[in-house]
């Protein structure tokens, strides 16, 4: 269960941050609070993003494959560019 979460951690938040933040501009349209709203998700998603990653390079090597670690951390570095890159209309 370890592997998976690993390997699609990352990605899965990149989900959930696509998705909340299709909701929020769905509901608020362009307020000032979808923008607020917006910024804050994008915060707390690259937050978790990079906990995952701490929480990656603290897995044991010798408890995984030698392709997991690296791969979970290629998706969350993913993952977090996509995070920020989806968050800077935010800004603008």
Request: net charge positive; aromatic share 14%.
């Amino acid at each position: 269960m370890r592997s998976w979460i690993i390997l699609l951690g990352g990605l899965a938040l990149w989900a959930v941050h696509f998705f909340g933040l299709y909701f929020t501009g769905s509901i608020f349209l362009s307020s000032g609070t979808a923008r607020s709203i917006a910024g804050l998700f994008t915060l707390a998603c690259a937050a978790a993003t990079l906990l995952l990653m701490a929480w990656i390079n603290r897995q044991s090597e010798a408890v995984l494959a030698g392709w997991v670690s690296p791969a979970g951390r290629a998706g969350a570095v993913l993952a977090l560019i996509a995070i920020i890159w989806q968050g800077l209309p935010v800004l603008f």
